[in-house]
């Protein structure tokens, strides 16, 4: 259209598919209260609380790190975000599809074949070999996977409105100072394996936690508080019901 070379756009002449929003389902006050409760002690205690008091985004909360806090002046700088993103989705697939059939075949095999003495020698030798063989195929797929699957990184955040500082409540300065000692003893346990990157929300070994398993554990957390099974979003949308007036 705008060289010219058409007279009609006509992508214009397609009517475009319906979008459907997803609704919105804030915790009230004693549904809140009760996530809290449930999720005391657990791994997640202090990163449920500071994303609900704070109305942090998912990965905004999984990007923070220490020096973002500052737990005497009871504030919190959001600067950057971690998501799960990158990789070649072509060459991904074709590796699917291979690590798929290397797995069925693998399964096809006969798990103890080697103990069942009516088999010849030579068909346990062959099982062997055949098994050798698949799993070294399959770690070469899983290799070659490992360079073209996405990855947990930092990126920028959503708008630049989105760097901005929070005043940290209470109840998040609690949760933070308990979950920084808990920090420093699996520090400790981990030892040479720990990888520092100053984050507050870390896995076992000090690496950006897997966005997938925190809505993982988020929902066994509201099960087992017999709660609505909400999104981990709907908590930042539960932190500005419960912070209006009429919340």
């Known amino acids: 259209m705008r060289w010219g070379l058409v007279s009609v756009n006509v992508a214009t002449l397609i009517d475009a598919p319906r979008t459907t929003s997803r609704e919105i389902q804030p915790l009230t ?41 500052d737990l005497d002046a009871a ?18 697939r074709p590796l699917l599809a291979e690590r798929r059939r290397l797995r069925a075949a693998l399964k096809a095999l006969p798990r103890d074949h080697s103990r069942r003495r009516h088999e010849s020698d030579t068909a346990t030798c062959e099982t062997a070999d055949a098994r050798a063989r698949l799993t070294s195929e399959l770690e070469a797929v899983r290799a070659a996977f490992a360079r073209v699957k996405t990855k947990v990184q930092f990126t920028e955040l959503k708008s630049s409105r989105s760097r901005r500082t929070i005043a940290l409540p209470a109840v998040a300065i609690t949760a933070l100072r308990t979950h920084r000692i808990r920090q420093l003893e699996a520090r400790l346990a981990a030892g040479g394996r720990w990888k520092d990157d100053g984050l507050v929300f870390t896995s076992s070994v000090g690496t950006p936690m897997e966005p997938r398993n925190v809505t993982r554990q988020f929902k066994a957390l509201l099960r087992a508080a017999k709660l609505p099974n909400i999104r981990l979003h709907d908590l930042r949308h539960s932190c500005a019901t419960l912070c209006s007036p009429k919340g």
Request: hydrophobic fraction near 45%; glycine fraction near 8%; charged fraction near 25%.
């Open 29 to 69: 006050p004693d549904e809140a209260k009760a996530l809290l409760v449930a999720s005391r002690e657990h791994s997640l205690e202090a990163f449920i609380t500071v994303a609900l008091a704070c109305g942090l985004r998912l990965g905004e909360a999984l990007g923070l790190q220490w020096p973002d806090i």
């Open 75 to 92: 504030t919190l700088q959001v600067r950057r975000a971690v998501q799960r993103f990158g990789g070649d989705p072509a060459a991904r």
